[in-house]
């Protein structure tokens, strides 16, 4: 028997922000998938509405200027309620893979980079009306060669 997995909204909600957004560089996605009253917790994109709004928006051109072939796995997730919850709280651990080949931090490196991302995000009425982002920086330093990794 073949299974066919449902993905809630909330699920898909969070995909295009990584997709569209950070891997594609559309920033008019945060228009229409996040709350104009959004409060956001990420470290550095830390405000509310339009403050944080505008934040979001530079990140997502920036993280595309430096890794324009950015692709997001969704590896992991949860979400409180069933499927059908219309105020869910998500949680998603993803895997981000691209090029280093525009700026970052310095010249681009060229260097492949691979990096884990969590977030979790509550959902009213079909928009993030609160987030909290973890994206695993550090890994990506170590992948661009801009620190050193710790010893093996």
Request: a negative charge; hydrophobic letters at 40%; charged letters at 25%.
């Amino acid at each position: 028997m073949v299974q066919t997995q449902i993905h809630p909204p909330a699920l898909r909600i969070m995909e295009r922000m990584l997709t569209e957004g950070f891997a594609a560089g559309r920033t008019e996605v945060v228009d229409e998938l996040c709350s104009p009253d959004i409060v956001e917790h990420q470290f550095d994109l830390a405000g509310t509405g339009a403050e944080a709004l505008g934040k979001l928006k530079a990140c997502m051109t920036a993280v595309h200027a430096a890794f324009p072939d950015l692709r997001f796995t969704v590896e992991d997730w949860t979400q409180t309620g069933d499927h059908d919850d219309a105020a869910p709280t998500i949680w998603v651990r993803a895997r981000g893979a691209g090029t280093n080949t525009g700026p970052f931090l310095g010249a681009p490196t060229g260097l492949p980079v691979q990096f884990t991302v969590f977030d979790v995000a509550r959902i009213e009425e079909g928009r993030i009306v609160e987030h909290w982002g973890v994206p695993d920086r550090f890994e990506v330093l170590v992948r661009t060669g801009r620190v050193a990794a710790g010893p093996r």
